[in-house]
């Protein structure tokens, strides 16, 4: 099963995926936010960057298309970075809690 191309998820799941934009510098996610939902770089390109202190921070590495953000998020409850866009972007939202089910019970989707 290829989940980039359209119709081919899960019922359950394929009804869940939304799409969100981001604009240059527009943060997917934040550091210590609350992790609900997982997301597919579809195209565009997203920073992963841990904030040390307000003064200090280090990039954790970059996300091309076709790349999962973050997949660590799906099994934790806090981020451990924040997402930002260098790019105009685009990824696909999946509900944690749609997700992680249908990726049990569909092992082709495993990450």
């Known amino acids: ?6 119709g081919t998820l899960p019922p359950e799941l394929g009804a869940m995926v ?3 934009s981001l604009m240059v510098d527009q943060t997917l996610f934040h550091q210590g936010g609350t992790t609900a939902d997982g997301f597919l770089l579809m195209g565009g ?4 960057v841990r904030y040390i202190d307000e003064n200090h921070s280090f990039t954790l ?3 091309k298309p076709g790349e999962w953000v973050a997949p660590w998020a799906l099994f934790e ?3 451990r970075c924040s997402a930002i866009a260098t790019k105009p972007t685009q990824v696909q939202v999946y509900p944690k809690f749609s997700l992680l089910p249908t990726l049990r019970t569909h092992g082709a989707l495993a990450i």
């Not at 099963?1 to 359209?6: A, D, K, V, Y």
């Not at 390109?45 to 992963?48: D, I, M, R």
Request: aromatic share 6%; glycine share 6%; no cysteine.
């Open 1 to 6: 099963m290829n989940i980039f191309q359209p």
């Open 18 to 20: 939304t799409t969100r």
């Open 45 to 48: 390109q997203l920073k992963l």
């Open 61 to 63: 590495g970059m996300v």
């Open 77 to 79: 409850t806090q981020h």
